[in-house]
């Protein structure tokens, strides 16, 4: 079992930056494709981003690119989403997720097994 907490979220206004932080519990954090999710209100949850294993590969939704990095540190078990340039549209809960499944193969379209309980961005215009 693999247990996700979210930190980092809170109020900015736009133009403004945020780093969200996920840390997980267990021995294998390493293993793991990481992933960032969304869901605003009223919408949907979308893909925002993901890291492969080692932090040598990642991949962003079209929204985010040139304006969001996702970064991880095994030795902390922990990922990060670093957000820049924010604009009221990237308002939402903002989950991480965990493929435990494999850690290889392309970082779109994965399947993912853990989730964190999510942290509220609100950007103001």
């Known amino acids: 079992q693999v247990q996700l907490v979210e930190s980092g979220g809170g109020l900015v206004q736009a133009g403004g930056s945020l780093r969200l932080s996920c840390a997980a519990s267990?021995?294998?954090?390493?293993?793991?494709?990481m992933g960032w999710f969304r869901q605003a209100p009223g919408k949907d949850r979308e893909f925002v981003a993901a890291?492969?294993?080692?932090?040598?590969?990642?991949y962003y939704a079209e929204p985010v690119k040139g304006r969001f990095t996702i970064s991880r540190d095994n030795a902390k078990s922990t990922v990060y989403l670093q957000m820049n340039s924010l604009k009221p549209e990237d308002t939402a809960v903002y989950y991480c997720?965990?493929?435990?499944?494999?850690?290889?193969?392309?970082?779109?379209?994965?399947?993912?097994?853990?989730w964190g309980q999510g942290t509220q961005v609100t950007v103001s215009s």
């Open positions: 890291i492969s294993w080692n932090g040598g590969r990642t």
């Open positions: 997720a965990a493929d435990a499944t494999s850690s290889s193969g392309d970082l779109s379209g994965r399947s993912y097994d853990y």
């Open positions: 267990g021995r294998t954090f390493s293993r793991y494709v």
